[in-house]
C-alpha cells in the first residue's frame, strides 16, 4: 500500500512539474508574441510621425511659395529645399513600410497619396520658378488656379483621412497588447502559484511516506 502511495504521489509530482514546465514554456512563447506586437507599435508609431512630418513639409513649402509670389521677397524660400528634400526622404520611410507590409495604409490610398505629393511638388516648383523670374502675377494666377487649390484640397482631405485611420489601428494595436498582455499575466500567475503549491503538498505527503 505504501508502495502504492508513493507512486501515485511521485507520478502527481512528476505530473505538477510537467505542467509547470508547460506553463513557464507557453508563457515564454507568448511573452515573444508580445515583443514582436510591441515593436509593430513602435513601427505604426513611426509611421504616423513620418506621415506627420510629411505633411508639416507639404505645409511649409507651400507657406514659403506663397510667401515668395505675394512680397516678392526670396527670403520666404530659403528652407524651400529643405522642405522638398524632407518631403521625399519621409515618403520614401513611408514606402518601405508598405514594402514590408507593415503600413496602416492600404496600397491604394498609399498610391493615391504617392501621386497627390508628387505633383504638389512639382507644382510648387513651378510656382517658385516663376518667382524666381521675377513674374509674379502669373505665380499668384497658377496658385489659384483650380488645380493649385485641387491639390491643396485633396492633400488635405488624404491627410485627415490617412492620419485618422493610422491613429485608430495604432489605438487598437494598443488596446489589444494591453489586452492579451494582463490576460496572459493572469493566467501564467494563478497556474504558476497553483502548480506550486500543489508540487509542495505532494513533496511534504512524499516525505511523510518515504519516513
Given amino acids: 500500500v505504501l508502495f502504492t502511495k508513493k507512486r501515485i504521489l511521485l507520478s502527481a509530482l512528476l505530473l505538477s512539474l510537467i505542467v509547470l ?19 509593430k507599435q513602435n513601427e505604426m508609431s513611426v509611421e504616423q510621425d513620418k506621415f506627420e512630418e510629411m505633411f508639416l513639409n507639404i505645409q511649409s513649402a507651400e507657406s514659403a511659395v506663397r510667401g515668395f509670389a505675394g512680397s516678392g521677397n526670396p527670403r520666404f ?5 529643405k ?6 526622404s519621409n515618403f520614401r520611410q513611408l514606402q518601405k513600410f508598405q514594402d514590408i507590409n507593415h503600413s496602416s495604409l492600404d496600397p491604394v490610398l498609399f498610391s493615391t497619396l504617392g501621386k497627390l505629393v508628387k505633383e504638389k511638388i ?3 516648383q513651378q510656382v517658385k520658378q516663376l518667382c524666381e ?3 509674379f502675377a502669373a505665380a499668384i494666377s497658377l496658385i489659384s488656379t ?7 484640397d485633396s492633400i488635405l482631405s ?3 483621412a490617412a492620419n485618422a485611420l493610422m491613429l485608430h489601428s495604432l489605438g487598437q494595436s494598443k488596446r489589444t497588447f494591453n489586452l492579451e498582455n494582463n490576460k496572459y499575466y493572469q493566467i501564467a500567475y494563478w497556474v504558476i502559484i497553483t502548480s506550486l503549491l500543489f508540487i509542495a503538498v505532494v513533496v511534504y505527503l512524499l516525505s511523510r511516506e518515504i519516513k
Fill in 146 to 152: 483650380e488645380k493649385g487649390l485641387l491639390l491643396t
Fill in 21 to 39: 514546465c508547460s506553463v513557464v514554456y507557453w508563457f515564454a512563447m507568448q511573452n515573444k508574441w508580445l515583443i514582436a506586437d510591441y515593436h
Fill in 83 to 88: 522642405f522638398i528634400d524632407s518631403i521625399r
Fill in 122 to 124: 512639382e507644382f510648387t
Fill in 77 to 81: 524660400i530659403a528652407g524651400f529645399p
Fill in 133 to 135: 523670374k521675377n513674374d
Fill in 158 to 160: 488624404l491627410h485627415q
